[in-house]
C-alpha cells in the first residue's frame, strides 16, 4: 500500500523537482542554471523556493564534500499518482484513475515506469473508493 505525498508542490516546484528526478542531485546552482529558462528567476529566488520545499519536505539537503546539494524528498511516481489522481477526481470528476499509458510520451517517464505508475494509480483509486465507502456507512 503506498502512502500518497502529504506535500502537493506547486507548479513552480515542480519545475525545480523535474530537475531532481532526472539527474538525482544537484547543487543550487546547478539546479537554478538548469531550471533558469523555466522559471525566469534570479538565483536567489531559486535559492529561496529551495529552502521553502527544504522546509515542507519536497527536497532535502545533503552535504557532498562540504558543498549542499539538493535530492528529491519525495518519489517521482507517488507524486505524479497523487498529482494525477486529484486531477481525475477534482477536475474530471473520475472515480477510476486515468491510464498511466497516457504518460507514455512523457521524457520524465521511462518506459518501464509506466507498469509502476499504472498501479500506484490504481492503488490510489482504491483507497479513494474505500474512504467514500466508509464515508456512506
Do not use: C
Not at 503506498?2 to 508542490?9: A, F, G, L, S, T
Not at 523556493?49 to 522546509?55: G, N, Q, S, V
Not at 527536497?59 to 498529482?83: F, I, M, P
Request: hydrophobic share 40%.
Amino acid at each position: 500500500m503506498i502512502r500518497p505525498p502529504k506535500i502537493r508542490p506547486s507548479d513552480y516546484e515542480l519545475k525545480l523537482l523535474h530537475h531532481l528526478w532526472r539527474r538525482g542531485r544537484l547543487s543550487a546552482r546547478e539546479l537554478h542554471d538548469a531550471s533558469v529558462t523555466e522559471t525566469g528567476w534570479s538565483y536567489s529566488a531559486t535559492r529561496k523556493t529551495l529552502d521553502r520545499m527544504t522546509e515542507k519536505g519536497l527536497v532535502r539537503v545533503e552535504a557532498v564534500h562540504g558543498l549542499n546539494t539538493y535530492v528529491a524528498g519525495q518519489s517521482k511516481l507517488e507524486t505524479l499518482a497523487a498529482l494525477t489522481s486529484d486531477f481525475a477526481r477534482d477536475v474530471l470528476g473520475l472515480d477510476a484513475p486515468l491510464p498511466a499509458a497516457a504518460f507514455a510520451a512523457s521524457p520524465l517517464i521511462a518506459p518501464e515506469e509506466i507498469e509502476e505508475l499504472e498501479s500506484l494509480l490504481e492503488q490510489l483509486s482504491q483507497t479513494t473508493r474505500d474512504g467514500k465507502a466508509r464515508d456512506h456507512d
